[in-house]
């Protein structure tokens, strides 16, 4: 599997973005999808992740009510809408993709695409 995160961007802090990632390869539909996030100086942490299905997900304290996470499995892709977004929220987001049950730990992923930077003024 592929992948490639896009529509990183600026925007100001209460404004909103949607980040995609778009996945090669037909197994798309096998793996939970997670999105991480790594601010400048800091280790990655986890944002949120989808189920293959689509129908269960899980979202890190700091996230929940804000962000949400869904996926395509038509078109291979899987979204996070950001909403009222704020400063401590600028990094570079991360999708990945995971064939097993441990979808928190960025060591556990299989698949990591390159990441899109978003940046939130104040």
């Known amino acids: 599997v592929q992948l490639q995160a896009s529509g990183g961007g600026l925007v100001e802090a209460g404004g909103s973005l949607r980040i995609s990632c778009a996945a090669s390869?037909?197994?798309?539909?096998?793996?939970?999808m997670g999105w991480f996030r790594q601010a400048s100086g800091k280790e990655r942490e986890f944002v949120a992740a989808?189920?293959?299905?689509?129908?269960?997900?899980y979202y890190a304290d700091s996230m929940k009510g804000r962000f949400t996470i869904s996926r395509d499995n038509a078109k291979n892709t899987v979204y996070l809408q950001m909403n009222s977004l704020k400063p401590e929220d600028t990094a570079v987001y991360y999708c990945?993709?995971?064939?097993?049950?441990?979808?928190?730990?960025?060591?556990?992923?299989?698949?990591w695409g390159k990441g899109t930077l978003v940046t939130v003024s104040s």
């Open positions: 989808v189920s293959w299905s689509g129908t269960t997900t």
């Open positions: 390869g037909r197994t798309f539909s096998s793996y939970a």
């Open positions: 990945a993709a995971n064939y097993g049950s441990n979808w928190f730990d960025p060591g556990a992923m299989d698949y």
